[in-house]
Protein backbone atom coordinates (compact mmCIF):
# COMPACT_ATOMS: atom_id res chain seq x y z
CA UNK A 1 0.00 0.00 0.00
CA UNK A 2 1.20 3.14 -1.48
CA UNK A 3 -0.89 6.32 0.34
CA UNK A 4 -3.72 6.03 3.25
CA UNK A 5 -5.89 8.64 2.35
CA UNK A 6 -9.59 7.40 2.10
CA UNK A 7 -11.26 4.36 3.85
CA UNK A 8 -11.47 3.24 -0.18
CA UNK A 9 -7.91 2.81 0.08
CA UNK A 10 -8.96 -0.48 2.25
CA UNK A 11 -8.89 -4.01 0.18
CA UNK A 12 -10.49 -5.86 3.03
CA UNK A 13 -11.97 -3.91 5.62
CA UNK A 14 -13.38 -7.14 7.37
CA UNK A 15 -9.30 -8.64 7.17
CA UNK A 16 -7.87 -5.36 8.50
CA UNK A 17 -10.44 -5.13 11.53
CA UNK A 18 -9.18 -8.83 12.23
CA UNK A 19 -5.34 -8.06 11.66
CA UNK A 20 -5.82 -4.66 14.12
CA UNK A 21 -7.49 -6.91 16.90
CA UNK A 22 -4.87 -9.30 16.24
CA UNK A 23 -2.39 -6.21 16.47
CA UNK A 24 -4.13 -5.44 20.20
CA UNK A 25 -3.35 -8.63 21.92
CA UNK A 26 0.36 -8.10 21.14
CA UNK A 27 0.98 -4.61 19.92
CA UNK A 28 5.11 -5.10 20.43
CA UNK A 29 5.37 -8.24 18.23
CA UNK A 30 6.56 -6.24 15.27
CA UNK A 31 9.06 -3.95 17.14
CA UNK A 32 11.42 -4.96 14.37
CA UNK A 33 9.62 -4.37 11.27
CA UNK A 34 9.80 -0.22 11.71
CA UNK A 35 13.19 0.26 13.14
CA UNK A 36 15.51 2.49 11.46
CA UNK A 37 12.23 4.22 9.65
CA UNK A 38 11.47 7.75 10.57
CA UNK A 39 7.84 8.75 10.51
CA UNK A 40 7.33 12.62 10.16
CA UNK A 41 3.93 14.12 11.44
CA UNK A 42 2.73 17.55 10.07
CA UNK A 43 -0.25 19.04 11.83
CA UNK A 44 -1.58 22.02 10.18
CA UNK A 45 -4.67 21.51 12.69
CA UNK A 46 -4.39 20.83 16.54
CA UNK A 47 -5.01 17.25 17.68
CA UNK A 48 -4.54 15.16 20.90
CA UNK A 49 -5.55 11.65 19.88
CA UNK A 50 -4.40 11.55 16.13
CA UNK A 51 -1.38 13.03 17.20
CA UNK A 52 -0.53 10.69 20.32
CA UNK A 53 -1.94 7.61 19.12
CA UNK A 54 0.41 7.51 15.69
CA UNK A 55 3.01 8.75 17.75
CA UNK A 56 3.03 5.30 19.84
CA UNK A 57 1.45 3.01 17.02
CA UNK A 58 4.98 4.08 15.47
CA UNK A 59 6.82 3.17 18.57
CA UNK A 60 5.01 0.29 18.81
CA UNK A 61 6.90 -0.28 15.64
CA UNK A 62 10.20 0.40 16.55
CA UNK A 63 10.37 3.64 14.53
CA UNK A 64 11.35 7.16 14.96
CA UNK A 65 8.70 10.02 14.57
CA UNK A 66 8.93 13.38 14.35
CA UNK A 67 6.54 15.80 14.71
CA UNK A 68 6.14 18.90 13.14
CA UNK A 69 3.21 21.64 14.26
CA UNK A 70 2.89 23.36 10.82
CA UNK A 71 0.56 25.69 11.54
CA UNK A 72 2.52 28.13 13.66
CA UNK A 73 6.43 26.41 13.22
CA UNK A 74 5.80 26.04 9.42
CA UNK A 75 6.56 28.49 6.30
CA UNK A 76 2.89 29.41 4.46
CA UNK A 77 2.61 27.16 1.73
CA UNK A 78 1.87 27.82 -2.15
CA UNK A 79 -0.46 25.14 -3.63
CA UNK A 80 -1.40 26.95 -6.81
CA UNK A 81 1.53 25.71 -10.09
CA UNK A 82 2.65 28.65 -11.66
CA UNK A 83 1.74 31.51 -9.41
CA UNK A 84 4.22 34.88 -8.50
CA UNK A 85 4.57 34.55 -5.16
CA UNK A 86 4.98 37.95 -4.21
CA UNK A 87 2.31 37.63 -1.27
CA UNK A 88 1.91 35.99 2.18
CA UNK A 89 3.22 32.55 0.79
CA UNK A 90 6.64 31.69 1.29
CA UNK A 91 7.28 28.04 0.25
CA UNK A 92 5.55 26.16 -2.49
CA UNK A 93 4.50 22.30 -1.83
CA UNK A 94 6.68 21.16 -4.34
CA UNK A 95 9.87 21.55 -2.65
CA UNK A 96 8.46 21.55 0.69
CA UNK A 97 6.90 17.44 0.35
CA UNK A 98 10.21 16.46 -1.59
CA UNK A 99 12.55 18.11 0.59
CA UNK A 100 10.03 16.39 4.36
CA UNK A 101 10.38 13.26 1.75
CA UNK A 102 14.12 12.86 2.27
CA UNK A 103 14.13 13.11 6.11
CA UNK A 104 11.41 10.58 6.29
CA UNK A 105 10.19 7.32 5.65
CA UNK A 106 6.34 7.74 5.64
CA UNK A 107 5.02 11.09 5.81
CA UNK A 108 1.15 11.40 7.82
CA UNK A 109 -0.78 14.66 7.15
CA UNK A 110 -3.60 16.45 9.74
CA UNK A 111 -5.25 19.37 7.20
CA UNK A 112 -8.56 20.13 8.04
CA UNK A 113 -11.53 22.03 6.29
CA UNK A 114 -11.71 25.89 6.08
CA UNK A 115 -15.23 25.90 5.34
CA UNK A 116 -15.06 28.85 3.13
CA UNK A 117 -15.19 27.43 -0.30
CA UNK A 118 -16.18 24.00 -0.77
CA UNK A 119 -14.71 23.38 -4.05
CA UNK A 120 -11.20 24.04 -2.54
CA UNK A 121 -11.70 21.84 0.64
CA UNK A 122 -13.37 19.06 -1.58
CA UNK A 123 -10.18 19.59 -3.81
CA UNK A 124 -7.87 18.42 -0.52
CA UNK A 125 -5.15 20.75 -1.85
CA UNK A 126 -2.59 20.28 1.00
CA UNK A 127 -2.84 16.23 1.49
CA UNK A 128 -3.53 15.45 -2.01
CA UNK A 129 -1.05 18.09 -3.10
CA UNK A 130 1.66 16.39 -0.39
CA UNK A 131 0.61 13.13 -2.24
CA UNK A 132 0.88 14.36 -5.66
CA UNK A 133 5.51 15.63 -4.36
CA UNK A 134 6.46 13.47 -1.88
CA UNK A 135 8.34 10.61 -2.80
CA UNK A 136 7.43 8.50 0.23
CA UNK A 137 3.95 7.05 1.21
CA UNK A 138 1.36 9.65 2.78
CA UNK A 139 -1.47 8.83 5.78
CA UNK A 140 -4.58 11.17 6.18
CA UNK A 141 -4.36 11.87 10.03
CA UNK A 142 -7.83 13.98 8.98
CA UNK A 143 -7.59 16.22 6.00
CA UNK A 144 -10.97 18.79 4.38
CA UNK A 145 -13.08 15.44 3.83
CA UNK A 146 -11.74 12.59 5.41
CA UNK A 147 -10.61 10.88 8.86
CA UNK A 148 -9.93 7.33 8.08
CA UNK A 149 -7.59 6.61 11.20
CA UNK A 150 -10.53 7.28 13.16
CA UNK A 151 -13.27 5.61 10.63
CA UNK A 152 -11.13 2.31 11.09
CA UNK A 153 -10.72 2.48 14.66
CA UNK A 154 -14.79 2.92 15.05
CA UNK A 155 -14.91 -0.09 12.70
CA UNK A 156 -12.43 -2.09 15.31
CA UNK A 157 -15.12 -1.01 18.10
CA UNK A 158 -17.86 -1.51 16.68
CA UNK A 159 -16.65 -5.14 15.73
CA UNK A 160 -15.17 -5.75 19.33
CA UNK A 161 -18.89 -4.50 21.46
CA UNK A 162 -21.13 -5.41 18.86
CA UNK A 163 -23.88 -8.24 19.89
CA UNK A 164 -25.43 -9.51 17.05
CA UNK A 165 -23.97 -10.34 13.59
CA UNK A 166 -25.64 -7.25 11.97
CA UNK A 167 -26.02 -4.58 14.32
CA UNK A 168 -28.40 -1.57 14.04
CA UNK A 169 -26.13 1.64 13.62
CA UNK A 170 -26.88 5.05 13.81
CA UNK A 171 -24.88 8.28 13.00
CA UNK A 172 -26.78 11.08 14.47
CA UNK A 173 -26.23 14.54 14.01
CA UNK A 174 -25.75 16.92 17.23
CA UNK A 175 -25.26 20.50 17.81
CA UNK A 176 -22.22 22.48 18.26
CA UNK A 177 -21.58 26.56 18.58
CA UNK A 178 -18.83 26.16 16.06
CA UNK A 179 -18.80 25.08 12.38
CA UNK A 180 -17.33 21.80 12.08
CA UNK A 181 -15.78 19.87 8.82
CA UNK A 182 -17.79 16.71 7.17
CA UNK A 183 -14.45 14.97 7.57
CA UNK A 184 -15.45 12.66 10.19
CA UNK A 185 -19.18 12.09 9.33
CA UNK A 186 -17.83 11.31 5.79
CA UNK A 187 -15.40 8.27 6.22
CA UNK A 188 -17.83 6.87 9.25
CA UNK A 189 -20.18 6.65 6.35
CA UNK A 190 -17.85 4.98 3.64
CA UNK A 191 -16.72 2.49 6.55
CA UNK A 192 -20.30 1.67 7.06
CA UNK A 193 -21.42 0.81 3.55
CA UNK A 194 -18.16 -1.85 3.89
CA UNK A 195 -20.21 -3.03 7.13
CA UNK A 196 -22.36 -5.88 7.84
CA UNK A 197 -25.04 -3.33 9.41
CA UNK A 198 -28.20 -2.04 9.37
CA UNK A 199 -27.20 2.09 8.88
CA UNK A 200 -29.09 4.98 9.09
CA UNK A 201 -27.79 8.48 9.33
CA UNK A 202 -29.75 11.34 11.30
CA UNK A 203 -30.40 14.91 10.83
CA UNK A 204 -31.74 18.05 10.78
CA UNK A 205 -32.88 19.05 6.88
CA UNK A 206 -30.35 20.78 5.41
CA UNK A 207 -27.41 18.93 6.72
CA UNK A 208 -27.48 15.89 4.23
CA UNK A 209 -23.93 15.03 3.63
CA UNK A 210 -22.73 15.10 -0.28
CA UNK A 211 -24.28 12.42 -1.85
CA UNK A 212 -21.40 11.08 -3.87
CA UNK A 213 -20.33 9.88 -0.06
CA UNK A 214 -23.88 8.55 1.36
CA UNK A 215 -25.01 7.27 -1.84
CA UNK A 216 -27.77 4.71 -0.67
CA UNK A 217 -27.72 4.90 3.07
CA UNK A 218 -31.22 5.81 4.36
CA UNK A 219 -31.57 9.05 6.25
CA UNK A 220 -34.05 9.66 8.64
CA UNK A 221 -35.06 13.37 9.84
CA UNK A 222 -36.90 12.27 13.13
CA UNK A 223 -33.53 11.78 15.63
CA UNK A 224 -36.14 9.35 17.77
CA UNK A 225 -37.26 7.40 15.35
CA UNK A 226 -34.03 6.72 14.06
CA UNK A 227 -32.93 5.93 17.69
CA UNK A 228 -35.38 2.80 18.47
CA UNK A 229 -33.62 -0.18 18.82
CA UNK A 230 -30.57 1.09 17.70
CA UNK A 231 -27.40 -0.81 18.67
CA UNK A 232 -24.73 1.98 18.40
CA UNK A 233 -25.08 5.46 18.50
CA UNK A 234 -22.45 7.33 16.77
CA UNK A 235 -22.54 10.95 17.38
CA UNK A 236 -21.03 13.51 15.40
CA UNK A 237 -21.70 17.43 14.31
CA UNK A 238 -20.97 18.57 11.34
CA UNK A 239 -21.95 21.81 9.41
CA UNK A 240 -23.66 21.74 6.57
CA UNK A 241 -22.72 20.73 2.79
CA UNK A 242 -25.34 22.38 1.00
CA UNK A 243 -24.94 25.70 2.48
CA UNK A 244 -21.50 25.34 2.87
CA UNK A 245 -19.96 25.90 6.66
CA UNK A 246 -23.09 27.25 7.81
CA UNK A 247 -24.09 26.52 11.57
CA UNK A 248 -27.86 25.31 12.50
CA UNK A 249 -29.63 27.59 15.14
CA UNK A 250 -31.54 23.99 16.17
CA UNK A 251 -29.08 23.51 18.73
CA UNK A 252 -30.85 21.91 21.66
CA UNK A 253 -33.47 19.44 20.32
CA UNK A 254 -31.15 17.49 18.71
CA UNK A 255 -28.26 17.07 21.94
CA UNK A 256 -28.42 13.57 22.58
CA UNK A 257 -29.96 13.44 26.34
CA UNK A 258 -30.86 9.96 28.33
CA UNK A 259 -34.46 9.84 27.21
CA UNK A 260 -33.65 9.77 23.65
CA UNK A 261 -31.17 6.66 24.74
CA UNK A 262 -34.10 4.63 26.38
CA UNK A 263 -35.75 4.26 23.12
CA UNK A 264 -32.33 2.03 22.25
CA UNK A 265 -31.94 -1.54 22.57
CA UNK A 266 -29.20 -0.49 25.17
CA UNK A 267 -27.16 0.90 22.95
CA UNK A 268 -23.79 2.10 23.10
CA UNK A 269 -22.83 5.83 22.79
CA UNK A 270 -20.02 6.39 20.92
CA UNK A 271 -18.21 9.94 19.67
CA UNK A 272 -14.59 10.62 17.61
CA UNK A 273 -13.79 13.08 20.60
CA UNK A 274 -13.19 15.62 22.04
CA UNK A 275 -16.65 16.52 22.62
CA UNK A 276 -18.47 19.62 23.90
CA UNK A 277 -20.43 18.32 27.25
CA UNK A 278 -23.75 19.33 27.57
CA UNK A 279 -24.26 20.96 24.52
CA UNK A 280 -23.44 17.96 22.09
CA UNK A 281 -25.04 14.96 24.63
CA UNK A 282 -25.58 15.21 28.26
CA UNK A 283 -23.09 14.08 30.90
CA UNK A 284 -25.19 11.34 32.10
CA UNK A 285 -24.58 10.11 28.87
CA UNK A 286 -21.03 10.35 28.36
CA UNK A 287 -20.71 8.70 31.73
CA UNK A 288 -22.62 5.84 31.46
CA UNK A 289 -21.67 2.15 31.30
CA UNK A 290 -22.65 2.48 27.64
CA UNK A 291 -20.42 5.04 27.25
CA UNK A 292 -17.93 3.19 24.72
CA UNK A 293 -15.53 6.64 24.04
CA UNK A 294 -12.66 6.17 25.75
CA UNK A 295 -11.94 2.49 24.37
CA UNK A 296 -12.89 3.92 21.21
CA UNK A 297 -10.10 6.57 21.53
CA UNK A 298 -7.71 3.65 22.42
CA UNK A 299 -8.46 2.02 19.10
CA UNK A 300 -7.20 4.29 17.30
CA UNK A 301 -3.80 3.03 18.07
CA UNK A 302 -4.27 -0.27 16.46
CA UNK A 303 -5.60 0.96 13.60
CA UNK A 304 -2.57 3.63 12.78
CA UNK A 305 -0.41 0.51 13.48
CA UNK A 306 -2.28 -1.64 11.06
CA UNK A 307 -2.10 1.17 8.56
CA UNK A 308 1.92 1.84 9.25
CA UNK A 309 2.49 -2.01 9.54
CA UNK A 310 0.85 -2.58 5.77
CA UNK A 311 3.17 0.51 4.43
CA UNK A 312 6.19 -0.62 5.71
CA UNK A 313 5.57 -4.32 4.52
CA UNK A 314 4.94 -3.01 1.02
CA UNK A 315 8.00 -1.00 1.23
CA UNK A 316 10.34 -3.91 1.73
N1 LIG B 1 -10.75 12.11 17.06
C1 LIG B 1 -9.62 12.82 16.83
O1 LIG B 1 -9.12 12.84 15.71
O2 LIG B 1 -9.11 13.43 17.91
P1 LIG B 1 -7.98 14.56 17.85
O3 LIG B 1 -8.57 15.71 17.04
O4 LIG B 1 -7.72 14.94 19.28
O5 LIG B 1 -6.79 14.01 17.17
Known sequence: MKNYFSIQDIDSLDKWIDEAIEIKKAPLSDKALGVNKTLGLLFFNPS??????????????????????????GWSLEYEDGTVMNQGNSEHIKEAAQV???????????????????????????????????????????SATGHPLQALADAITITEY??????????????????????????FVEMMQQIDANFVITHPVGFELASQITKQVPIEYNQNKAFKNADFIYVKNWSSYTDYGKVSSLEDSWKITEEK???????????????????????????????????QANNRTFAAQLVLKKILKSEQ
Open 48 to 73: LRTRLSTQKAALNLGMNVIVMNFSNE
Open 100 to 142: VSQYCDILAIRAFAKLEDRDEDYSEKVVKGFMKYATIPVINME
Open 162 to 187: KMNDKPNVVLSWAPHPKALPQAVANS
Open 261 to 295: MKVTNNAKFMHCLPVRRNVVVDDVVLDSANSIIVE
